[in-house]
T-cell receptor, first 123, second 110 residues
């Protein structure tokens, strides 16, 4: 299957600093990438949909000024957590859809490929 | 009401057992359905897509009931390596985003 990478895999930072997380599709192009957050013992919650060349679409309750998303190319999206606080500590996961198959009515073609996640700890 | 609902478990079963998980979804216009597997502190990985006619992949069988809006996953001959959290995932009608269930935890014991 397609490969998505994330960097860094783990970050520990002080409260008030900003953290940038990169998500890359390594062997395919993705017009759309997704950013999720997962707290312990909970499921993935979609934060925002990142569209190449346009503004991200944020889910209700997610502050766009705090979670800055940039999707500058078909293989790279970045999430910047600005002025991080301890409550932002979580597992952040990105995913991507292959531009060649997005929107295909057959179920398997809508698969999202997930990155390995970034574990953020804010002290 | 949540978009996707699952029994969180845990399901504790012995090796070789057959176990079934169900999941319900609220949006009747949903088009795509998946089961993902997530190991502890790892990203989700696709286990199988779920087709209207039902589909099987080795020991795993997925079923979709559109009338009742539920999806099932059957695991036969459970292995220790099947221990994980199984996530039911439903795509919106315009294939735009996934809704995840809370996951069902499976523990297969020797």
């Amino acid at each position: 299957g397609a490969v998505v990478s994330q960097h860094p895999s783990r970050v520990i930072c002080k409260s008030g600093t900003s953290v940038k997380i990169e998500c890359r599709s390594l062997d395919f192009q993705a017009t759309t990438m997704f950013w999720y957050r997962q707290f312990p013992k909970q499921s993935l919650m979609l934060m925002a949909t990142s569209n190449e060349g346009s503004k991200a679409t944020y889910e209700q309750g997610v502050e766009k000024d705090k979670f800055l998303i940039n999707h500058a190319s078909l293989t790279l999206s970045t999430l910047t957590v600005t002025s991080a606080h301890p409550e932002d500590s979580s597992f952040y996961i990105c995913s991507a859809r292959d531009v060649l198959t997005s929107g295909h009515p057959k179920s398997s073609y809508n698969e999202q490929f997930f990155g390995p996640g970034t574990r953020l700890t804010v002290l | 009401r949540k978009e996707v609902e699952q029994d969180p478990g845990p399901f504790n079963v012995p090796e070789g057992a057959t176990v079934a998980f169900n999941c319900t979804y609220s949006n009747s216009a949903s088009q795509s359905f998946f089961w993902y597997r997530q190991d502890c502190r790892k990203e989700p990985k696709l286990l199988m897509s779920v087709y209207s006619s039902g589909n099987e992949d080795g020991r795993f069988t997925a079923q979709l009931n559109r009338a009742s809006q539920y999806i099932s996953l059957l695991i036969r001959d459970s292995k220790l390596s099947d221990s994980a959290t199984y996530l039911c995932v439903v795509d919106t009608y315009n294939f735009n985003k996934f809704y995840f269930g809370s996951g069902t935890k499976l523990n297969v014991k020797p």
